[in-house]
């Protein structure tokens, strides 16, 4: 799984991808314009792997993870150079735009004045007409295929969704706000809109704004601005990137003093996930406490094909108990079998969040 940070130049992009990442990528307050997408892995907390890992003291415990990607920003009105972007991010999962809310002389901000409304007004803006430019050459070409005769290259299904994107996108609306079906969106997957990607606004604030009236007031204009499959937060980048260059210990002791109970980053990395609608199953044993991520609604065979190949052809049944059941009988797979809370589901079982799997199989 792959989030794109995307927004104007200067919102502190890179400052939150260092934070994530604990990469130190360079961030300067000149434009980056042009240079490779740079990648980094993320660890999604988990209080769940945490308890696991107490329990049954593993050798080594393993997070899920999601791939965050950084590159240059949107230029409001440069199409050439948004398409360049897009080249670099069109594969990601889901976007996570970097806003900026924090006023210094000392960092340009290149629409003039920092505007946070603007700018995600702006850069939505931008995603929609890089996504309109795309349904009308693809439109285009569809059209001088039928002009040909050539059928093979037409698809009808496909046609209908273009014209339907396109009437959204003349209307200014993000793909995202628009209902389609699973037979629509695999017509038009190959044009990979950013539009239609679930997104994550973050408002990168000013220390002394974090909780201050006018951040919520800001989260509150975004949540009604965004509408489908997004979410809002906020947080202050440059905190986030000094923190995480911090032990654990260190880290805990400097947001007590804050008053801050979880980092702002923690809260970003769970609600991706949950944008992205992933769900995790946990292995548990001495070896290895470890969470793998599957896509909600996955059935107990595909899921053990995460682990192995072998797993889902032989598949038996998975052996199942939810982490809660699991915590309530003190951490016990013997008091959760004799509560019968311990589950034995089918190849055809859809996988919850937190269950805790063994996998019985032939191979
Ligand atoms: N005062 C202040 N400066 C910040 C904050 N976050 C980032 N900056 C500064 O803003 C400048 C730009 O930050 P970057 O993280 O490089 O921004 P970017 O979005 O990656 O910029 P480009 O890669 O050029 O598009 C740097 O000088 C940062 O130190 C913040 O919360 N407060
Ligand atoms: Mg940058």
């Not at 329990?55 to 393993?62: D, L, S």
């Not at 349904?135 to 299904?157: D, F, Q, T």
């Not at 002394?208 to 007031?217: A, H, P, Q």
Request: charge should be negative.
């Amino acid at each position: 799984m792959k989030i794109a940070i995307i927004g104007f130049s200067n919102s502190g992009k890179t400052t939150i991808f260092n934070a994530l990442t604990g990469l130190g990528l360079p961030t300067s307050s000149y434009p980056s314009t042009s240079g490779e997408a740079r990648q980094g892995v993320v660890n999604v907390p988990d209080e769940r792997i945490d308890k696991l890992s107490l329990i049954f003291k593993p050798a080594k415990t393993t997070f899920a993870a999601v791939d965050y990607v950084d590159y240059i920003g949107f230029t409001k009105g440069d199409t050439k150079q948004n398409a360049k972007v897009h080249a670099h991010i069109k594969d990601a999962d889901a976007l996570l735009q970097v806003v900026r809310a924090f006023e210094d002389p000392a960092v340009p901000h290149p629409l003039g004045e920092t505007d946070p409304m603007r700018d995600l007004r702006s850069l939505e803006a931008e995603l929609v007409i890089g996504d309109l430019v795309l349904v009308e050459k693809r439109l285009e070409s569809i059209e001088e295929s039928i002009k040909k005769g050539r059928k093979e290259k037409v698809s009808e299904a496909e046609k209908a969704v273009l014209v339907k994107c396109r009437e959204a996108l003349e209307a200014e609306k993000p793909l995202r706000e628009i209902q389609f079906s699973p037979e629509e969106l695999k017509a038009v997957r190959h044009l990979e809109f950013l539009s239609i990607k679930p997104q994550v606004v973050v408002f990168n604030v000013a220390e002394e704004m974090l909780s201050d009236k006018k951040t919520d007031e800001l989260l509150a204009a975004a949540r009604e601005l965004l509408k489908g499959n997004a979410a809002a937060l906020s947080m202050s980048g440059k905190i986030e990137m000094e923190l995480a260059q911090l032990s654990p210990e260190e880290q805990q002791a400097f947001l007590s003093d804050l008053g801050i109970e979880e980092p702002a980053l923690r809260r970003l990395i769970k609600v991706s996930y949950g944008l992205l609608k992933l769900i995790s199953f946990f292995t548990a044993g001495e070896d290895e406490v470890k969470a793998w991520t599957i896509k909600e609604g996955t059935t107990a065979s595909k899921a053990a094909g995460k682990i192995h190949s072998d797993i889902e052809k032989g598949f038996i049944r998975a052996e199942t108990v939810s982490y809660d059941d699991f915590i309530k009988c003190g951490g016990s797979m013997a008091e959760a079998r004799k509560l019968g809370l311990f589950r034995l589901e089918g190849r055809d079982y859809p996988v919850k969040d937190g269950d805790i799997i063994n996998f019985r199989f032939n191979v």
